[in-house]
């Protein structure tokens, strides 16, 4: 008896070893398929440092928020995302939009909703969304408050609220802590080897946007195969190598990256803390 279990340590550690190599080759292989399969890959990146920032709304001079384009273009009618940077103790004019956007908290704490309203300052994660031709204000505090926001189609324009209306859509305000994470246990999204969480925050006939978690030491792909895939890092640091020449990326908050075709984002955390990105996709997402 004694000789026999005397044996079990060894094997314990002999498919310890096993698995270990198993889980290496499915990775290899992953990556050796991401580089068969797309022959012109159309992966970019822009950091957060090669934003070009401009007045978001010029009539309003020196007390503008500032604006710097992410895709798209808020003048033309295209669907575009943009970050905005507001300064601390910024409070808006009552006002209304042309068009209805979303948005996330990127950084510092940002309050948006009917003038009477009391504060809700949102932090971090935090997702909103403002009907078009509904009167609001937007308030901001903090050394640095910037917030991702997109629209469907543009362009972007502040209007008096004399010209307010109803266009039948209510707005939504998500505080991050409020947010609904899901594993693979609940969605097809998320491999089943993979520690990583994704939240579903709208959808429409055209495209959809998601939360995705990634843990740390999460090092893995992101697999897309729709004709629109932007993605902006809202929390963390990101690693990201282009598939075009290996070249790896350092992502920092208000970093994003992109493709418009079938594509595979390899991605790594290599921080202390969860990487949380915004997707917008036309297509189906999965995170390996």
């Not at 910024?90 to 908290?105: C, E, L, M, Q, W």
């Not at 510092?108 to 403002?130: C, L, R, V, Y």
């Not at 390899?266 to 969860?274: C, F, L």
Request: glycine content about 6%; some cysteine; overall charge negative.
């Amino acid at each position: 008896m004694n000789f026999r279990y005397s044996y079990l340590p060894i094997i314990v550690s002999l498919l310890f070893l096993s698995s270990c190599n198993d889980n290496k080759m499915i990775k290899n292989e992953i990556e050796e398929n991401s580089s068969e399969q797309i022959e012109n890959p159309t992966n970019r990146v822009l950091l957060s440092s090669e934003i070009k920032w401009e007045k978001l709304n010029p009539a309003r001079g020196d007390q503008s928020p500032q604006a710097g384009t992410i895709w798209g273009d808020r003048n033309e009618e295209v669907a575009t995302g943009f970050l905005a940077k507001f300064a601390d103790g910024f409070s808006s004019p009552p006002h209304i939009h042309n068009a209805t956007y979303r948005a996330v908290v990127i950084k510092g704490s940002i309050h948006n909703d009917d003038p009477k309203a009391e504060n809700m300052w949102m932090k971090s994660g935090s997702f909103w969304t403002q009907p078009q031709g509904e009167s609001h204000i937007t308030s901001a505090k903090g050394e640095e408050n910037i917030a991702l926001v997109e629209i469907d189609r543009g362009p972007y324009l502040v209007k008096s609220i004399e010209e307010s209306f109803d266009n039948g859509e209510r707005p939504i305000n998500i505080d991050a802590s409020n947010v609904i994470w899901l594993d693979s246990k609940r969605s097809n999204s998320i491999d089943v080897n993979v520690k990583a969480k994704i939240s579903f925050l709208w959808q429409s006939k055209d495209a959809r946007g998601v939360f995705v978690k990634l843990p740390k030491s999460y090092n893995g792909i992101i697999e897309t195969d729709g004709t629109v895939l932007y993605s902006v890092v809202i929390q963390g640091e990101l690693n990201y190598t282009l598939p075009q020449n290996q070249e790896v990326k350092l992502l920092d908050a208000g970093s994003s990256f992109s493709s418009n075709d079938k594509a595979f984002h390899k991605v790594s955390n290599d921080s202390e803390i969860d990487v949380l990105l915004y997707l917008r996709t036309n297509g189906n997402i999965k995170v390996e």
